[in-house]
């Protein structure tokens, strides 16, 4: 079955000759209708869509495409106003065709370039399936489903949005929809910094998104326990003790939280979420030294001792997309900033410093110096879904999408205009 859909391609007709309709009965003279000028009117053409293989030039160097063309040579062609016997119009229609065959003329809607730009393989175009659409309100439209990946191309009949009955927002004329799995399981693992694994987790059932678990990733921040440090002093007739409390972290003051517990998740409002919960330990060292008096030799007696006190790591961001840049050098962006991070840790335990103590000591040391240090790692550019946009997609004279508005309530949005100036 031939799936190919039909386009209506209407023009107005600024100047031409006139057609009339004549008949010839046996040898007798022709017998003609009076000439209907055909200036002002309007031609109509329908024109099944194409797709076409081909190559185009990119930068000097020869790229393969695919494209969705009109090719007015293989239209049919009717005039407004004008009422024309079956014959002539058989006639008309053959001389307008035959003037296209010498004279061809094809619209190019739209190309996908097929060559290998800098993307992430996920994301590496292979084939499209094309389909119009006429939405609830009344809006024409052209769907592109495209294939990535090596993945087989989707039957003509699989080609339709779930409950997305206008893809284009009034006021957008370009709408990019990547579903879920690509995001979660290709995009952002490639997007993150140096040092940090995500994997993607498959939500078990065919209506929900995907999330991001983050395998391997830590920031490090200073613990420094000395402000629990603290005297005690005993006395008795004739004498006494004075000891002295250190506290330090075992390893070092310089701790890595290891965040192998937090998850990247879509919001309904297109905002990642980012964040987790894990219960853990941490060891510190209590050092003491005990001196009494009065005492004439070995009056100091030092010793150590080791604890650990549970507490559950919480960390909460909302990493908020934007577009940045211009023309071809757009991307898609998160930004965050410290005070859109949340780090706190929940004490439990018990020790000699009292874990309420060394909760709040860990809690004021983390609380100043995390949030920043995970903003910075939270903030990047998928990078490939821009290149994707500006890169694989290719319209007519240069265009390109400006793109205005991304977000991931579920699959990926991108939203846009073209740039119809050539660049």
């Not at 999330?211 to 402000?227: C, D, E, I």
Request: aromatic letters at 8%; hydrophobic letters at 35%.
């Amino acid at each position: 079955m031939d799936h190919r859909p039909t386009a209506l391609l209407r023009m107005r007709l600024l100047d031409g000759s006139s057609v009339q309709s004549c008949t010839r009965y046996g040898g007798g003279p022709e017998d003609c209708d009076p000439p209907d000028v055909v200036s002002g009117e309007t031609l109509t053409a329908a024109i099944r869509l194409q797709k076409v293989a081909g190559k185009v030039t990119v930068d000097g160097v020869d790229h393969n495409v695919l494209t969705v063309t009109l090719d007015m040579g293989q239209g049919a062609f009717t005039v407004s106003n004008i009422e024309l016997d079956d014959a002539t119009k058989i006639a008309f229609n053959d001389a307008v065709k035959a003037y296209f065959a010498y004279h061809p003329v094809q619209f190019v809607i739209n190309r996908l370039d097929l060559t290998n730009v800098p993307v992430t393989d996920a994301l590496r175009p292979n084939d499209f399936v094309f389909r119009p659409l006429r939405t609830p309100a009344g809006n024409d439209i052209l769907q592109l489903f495209i294939m990535t990946g090596g993945r087989p191309l989707l039957e003509y009949s699989q080609a339709f949005l779930n409950d997305v009955p206008e893809p284009l927002p009034l006021g957008q004329s370009a709408s990019l929809m990547i579903r879920s799995q690509v995001v979660f399981q290709n995009v952002l693992p490639a997007s993150m910094s140096a040092g940090w694994t995500l994997t993607g987790e498959n939500p078990g059932g065919q209506h929900r998104a995907w999330t991001a678990r983050v395998t391997q990733g830590s920031v490090t921040g200073q613990v420094n326990l000395s402000s629990l440090n603290h005297r005690e002093s005993q006395s008795w007739e004739g004498g006494g003790s004075i000891t002295d409390y250190t506290y330090s972290v075992v390893g070092g003051n310089d701790v890595a939280w290891q965040l192998a517990f937090t998850t990247f998740t879509c919001q309904s409002d297109g905002q990642l979420s980012y964040g987790g919960s894990e219960v853990k330990t941490v060891a510190y060292n209590e050092h003491w030294c005990i001196t009494s008096y009065p005492c004439f030799w070995d009056c100091t007696t030092c010793g150590d001792q080791q604890y650990s006190s549970s507490y559950t790591a919480v960390v909460r961001a909302s990493l908020p997309l934007s577009i940045t840049g211009s023309g071809r050098d757009q991307r898609v962006s998160i930004a965050v900033t410290g005070k859109a991070v949340e780090v706190q840790g929940v004490f439990s335990g018990s020790g000699p410093c009292k874990s309420d103590s060394l909760g709040d000591q860990v809690n004021q040391q983390i609380r100043a110096q995390l949030p920043a240090k995970l903003a910075d790692k939270l903030s990047f550019s998928p990078t490939a879904i821009t290149v994707f946009a500006l890169k694989n997609l290719l319209f007519p004279q240069h265009n390109y999408i400006c793109l205005n508005t991304s977000a991931i309530p579920g699959d990926m949005l991108l939203l846009g205009t073209f740039d119809e100036k050539p660049t």
